[in-house]
């Protein structure tokens, strides 16, 4: 359990290594290639992420460390609330989203997998793992005879319930620091990453590497790109 204080301690920062890199599209207007040491190369190109207009990239690498520990802490978190309900970390987000569309009679899986930024062949893997556990129920979906609408049964219901304080305290303690503008200020930011980011991951999919490891090119991965996004 979360336990509330009334003062939060101030740590330092621990410098990690930098561990990013690695080819990417070739610079546009507005970009720099200067070095910000004589051993390491700057971080990226972009003006808009440099410091000292293009001079060093500082900024920019502890925001990528940050976001890093960011990551992994509320991957924790999350672990922590999904085994209190004897589910997967997977199984736990798509029960929540089930859980907030409730009282609209379902959702489908193309929507859930939406959310998640998943593919809906995972959904549906989970989905049968969370029916068979007696969690989620399915139901032909009255505007499409071929697809169906996923929701809690119940059990599924009263399941997620019992975690409901403990998923408060764990939020309200993650995002304490931020003000109501901080909040949809993030939320504006990290949304206009997600497609970049998608888009990067799939790119790095078809990186051509040669015998040394080094990127040397990308396969033609258009098609796969959009057979992923149908």
């Known amino acids: 359990m979360i336990r509330s204080s009334k003062k939060r301690p101030v740590r ?11 080819a990417r599209k070739q610079p546009s207007k507005g970009t720099v290639a200067r070095a910000s040491s004589p051993l390491l190369p700057l971080s990226a190109t972009r003006l808009a992420i440099l410091d000292e207009g293009g001079a060093t990239d500082h900024q920019f690498r502890q925001l990528l460390h940050d976001f890093s520990t960011l990551g992994a802490s509320l991957e924790l978190a999350r672990a922590h609330l999904a085994s209190l309900l004897g589910l997967s970390s997977p199984q736990y987000n798509i029960a929540m989203i089930l859980a907030n569309h409730q009282h609209e009679g379902g959702i489908r899986v193309s929507d859930v997998a939406k959310r998640l930024h998943v593919s809906t062949a995972f959904i549906t893997s989970e989905v049968g793992k969370l029916e068979l556990a007696g969690l989620v129920s399915k139901r032909p979906n009255p505007s499409d005879g071929r697809g169906v609408l996923l929701r ?16 408060q305290r764990v939020n309200d303690h993650l995002f304490g620091g931020l003000s109501a503008k901080s909040f949809r200020n993030l939320s504006k930011t990290l949304a206009a ?23 040397i090119g990308y396969e033609d991965g258009q098609k796969h790109l959009q057979h992923s996004e149908d």
Do not use: W
Not at 193 to 213: N, P
């Open 152 to 167: 809690l049964t119940d059990k599924g219901e009263s399941l997620v319930q019992r975690v409901g304080p403990e998923r």
């Open 193 to 215: 990453l997600i497609d970049d980011f998608a888009y990067t991951m799939s790119l790095l999919k078809f990186a051509k590497v040669d015998q040394s490891g080094t990127i």
């Open 12 to 22: 330092k920062r621990t410098a990690i290594p930098d561990l990013t890199g690695g």
